[in-house]
């Protein structure tokens, strides 16, 4: 099969093809596997996370891309849930134990044998993958194969965040970083939070422009204070300048969500500037996202589904996956990148 391979760890900017066109053996069904023909695979931030050494994959060559739409095309032994032809879709989950107290709780993201899709395992990428039927999901007919597979990372991870803020209806939630997740997050809050005003923080001015486009009631710089005190706020950007500015606006008991696999070093240095009275003080919490659990992904296909959330999608053939990830690295978003493989 075709596939797009990451051989080994690079800065982008030092190297604009990090991954290279590769011929590989179809992988094989084994048990309660299912062999998935790929058709669509979203383009996401963590990929250049992977590749420049963040979330570094544990071996290569790896095929990287979680975020996969595609068709049954051939099924292991003791595979129930799905039948060849069935269109399913795969997220970061990969794999987990099954077995531990996160796993049984449903909090199967915290577990310590936590695997991830293109990262721990060959993902979607490449013309075929294979994935426990357990860890893949059927996907509303409503999406095409091209809207469906940004749902299943960044829709996906996006809910999970809203989950951890605490958002209630009528209360201000801020995000800061707009990009795929944001505009979901955006559009998932105005049909769930009817009465919930979201407030945007964005260094691009195009993304500012599509916030209030979406129905943002504010939009402004990253470092920026918002008009009204936040309840909550979600940091989807890789640095900490981001952080520290956001902490300034949540009101008194406030909630700062950080969902971000890694934070990149480069301004590691802004975290000085924390001033306690200023940022902290007032009983304000921080917490972190880590991965997402099956829950997630299923209950945002469905509720994506019901609130006719599409995201806004740029498509690229498989060829073209370094040009993608290059427009993401330079910040280059308007809405979600996917590659059109099938
Ligand atoms: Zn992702
Ligand atoms: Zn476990």
Not at 8 to 14: G, P, T
Not at 142 to 155: M, T, W, Y
Request: net charge negative.
């Amino acid at each position: 099969m075709k596939a797009m391979v990451l051989n080994e760890l690079c800065s982008l900017k030092e190297n604009r093809t990090p991954l290279t066109p590769t011929d590989l053996p179809d992988p094989v069904p084994g048990d309660r596997e299912v062999l998935v023909r790929v058709q669509t695979c979203g383009v996401c931030h963590t990929e250049l996370d992977e590749i420049e050494g963040r979330t570094p994959p544990p071996h290569l060559p790896i095929v990287l891309g979680h975020q996969v739409v595609g068709m049954v095309e051939e099924t292991g032994s003791g595979v129930s849930k799905f039948q060849i032809g069935d269109r399913v879709g795969i997220g970061w989950i990969y794999s987990a134990c099954g077995k531990c107290k996160f796993c049984l709780s449903g909090n199967e993201n915290l577990c310590k044998d936590f695997k991830a899709t293109g990262r721990d395992a060959n993902g979607g990428y490449a013309e075929y993958m294979t994935i426990s039927e357990d860890f893949a999901y059927s996907i509303p007919d409503v999406f095409s194969d091209s809207e469906a597979a940004p749902l299943l990372c960044a829709g996906a991870i996006g809910y999970r965040s809203l989950r951890l803020t605490g958002l209630k209806d009528g209360q201000n939630l801020g995000l800061t970083g707009f990009g795929a997740s944001g505009h979901l997050v955006l559009k998932m809050v105005r049909h769930k939070y009817p009465k919930a005003r979201v407030f945007i923080f964005a260094r691009n001015p195009v993304e500012r422009d599509f916030a209030r486009e979406l129905g943002a009631v504010w939009a402004g710089d990253t470092e920026e204070e918002s008009s009204e005190r936040l309840s909550c706020i979600i940091d989807t950007t890789p640095v900490w300048k981001p952080v520290v500015e956001a902490l300034k606006n949540l009101e008194p008991g406030g909630r700062l969500v950080i969902n971000a696999i890694r934070k990149e070093e480069i301004d590691k240095d802004y975290l000085l500037k924390l001033d306690y009275p200023t940022h902290l003080w007032m009983e304000k919490e921080i917490k972190s996202v880590a991965n997402v659990a099956r829950r997630d992904v299923s209950e945002f296909l469905g509720l994506a589904s019901e609130a006719g959330i599409k995201p806004e999608i740029q498509e690229f053939p498989l060829d073209d996956a370094n040009e993608a990830l290059f427009e993401l690295k330079n910040r280059k978003i308007r809405g979600a990148k996917v590659l059109r493989i099938g």
